[in-house]
């Protein structure tokens, strides 16, 4: 809109897993904490740390550069944190489905009903708990299957955050509906570049503005996107808050820069198709 040259979405991650591994379920193994037969408290209570005060600080921060966040929400969630929700929806945040739980990643080892309704379940109770119906998806470590998107256009989805292949939206074939791709900036992943490669916080925010330079430039000859994926039980720590502010300041306040929700972006792809 108004010549923009690259849209910029950020994602804020709600998601729990269980006290135990549930049998029919399935963890990533890229996950710091192995499944066991006990309560892994330690693990546990370090993702409660991003719903009980992280969030808040990742909340203000974006309020201060005018971003309005798109949440990414599971079930344990929607569920257990009824007053989260509820700061949500009063905000006016944009919140869209993740599944059940970060012990339930949806695998190929599903059927495809086992994977319907593991999405429908998902759905029907995000949906209840906000009042609102989710236009948009993001998997538990975006966990697919092969009939992954099939399904997620099948329960009425219009974006998907799981694929990670170009710096625009797309749309995706799939026998029902209507579904594109809103794709992640993977290696700006505050998870993936804070603790899977352990870079410290100043070459994050490096590579964040690096990043955004590159896309700003090309995003004048051809409309650019950067999708920031967060969790804040990472990047809501006191230690980097500061670092996300000072990102987004680079970001944010420039020229020809368009802040919005997954949900706007793809409204917006959908009514201005590109020219072939």
Not at 24 to 35: F, K
Not at 183 to 208: E, F, K
Request: include cysteine; charged fraction near 20%; charge should be negative.
């Amino acid at each position: 809109p108004n010549d923009a040259r690259i849209a910029v979405c950020v994602i804020v991650n709600m998601e729990q897993w269980e006290w135990v591994q549930p049998e029919d379920g399935y963890r990533s193994p890229s996950l710091a904490s192995a499944p066991g037969p006990h309560p892994d408290i330690t693990a546990w209570s370090a993702r409660e740390y991003g719903h009980r005060v992280g969030v808040f600080r990742v909340l203000d921060v974006l309020d201060k550069h005018g971003i309005k966040p798109t949440v990414a929400m599971d079930t344990l969630t929607a569920e257990n944190y009824p007053w989260l929700v509820k700061h949500h929806v009063g905000r006016g945040d944009e919140i869209i489905g993740h599944g059940i739980s970060l012990s339930r990643m949806i695998t190929s080892r599903m059927s495809e009903q086992e994977e319907r309704d593991y999405i429908q379940t998902s759905l029907t109770s995000l949906n209840k708990a906000t009042g609102a119906t989710a236009m948009g998806w993001l998997g538990p470590e975006f966990g697919e299957s092969t009939r992954t998107p099939a399904l997620l256009g099948e329960a009425g989805i219009r974006y998907t955050c799981d694929w990670v292949n170009d710096d625009q939206p797309f749309r995706m074939n799939t026998p029902q509906g209507e579904l594109y791709a809103l794709p992640v900036n993977l290696p700006l992943d505050d998870v993936s570049a804070l603790v899977d490669r352990n870079l410290g916080m100043d070459t994050y925010v490096q590579i964040i503005e690096d990043s955004f330079d590159v896309l700003y430039a090309e995003g004048a000859q051809n409309g650019r996107l950067l999708v920031l994926n967060l969790h804040p039980f990472i990047i809501g720590q006191a230690f980097r808050i500061r670092g996300l502010d000072k990102a987004l300041d680079y970001i944010a306040h420039r020229d020809g820069v368009w802040t919005a929700t997954g949900s706007e972006i793809i409204d917006w792809y959908r009514s201005h198709p590109p020219v072939a």
